[in-house]
């Protein structure tokens, strides 16, 4: 995996963290709901508080994802769509919680 910096703790995400891209760049997940947390309106914190959940169990899919051993030639393909699949969700919660 390419080597991204985070860019709210300016450390390097590392393999099986879990992290995520906005417009800003790569950034880890909990940097990122720590930084919407301090930004949001009060109101939005309920909103925030499930958005993470469901962002933190999605990224928390790719990485099991990316754990399976021994996948076979013939299916890695499919492997890589089920990765995308997934890999899109998270972008999708991704912005929700940057448009909160
Ligand atoms: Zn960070």
């Not at 939005?44 to 959940?53: F, I, P």
């Amino acid at each position: 995996m390419a080597e991204y910096k985070c860019y709210v703790c300016e450390r390097p995400v590392k393999t099986g963290e879990k992290f995520t891209f906005t417009k800003k760049g790569g950034v880890h997940m909990d940097c990122f709901v720590a930084e919407r947390r301090k930004e949001i309106q009060p109101e939005k914190a309920e909103q925030l508080r499930v958005l993470s959940q469901i962002l933190d169990s999605e990224l928390q899919h790719l990485i099991n994802i990316l754990a399976v051993q021994g996948v076979p030639e013939d299916m890695k393909e499919k492997v890589r769509l089920k990765y995308k699949d997934i890999e899109k969700a998270a972008g999708d919660t991704t912005r929700m919680i940057s448009e909160l």
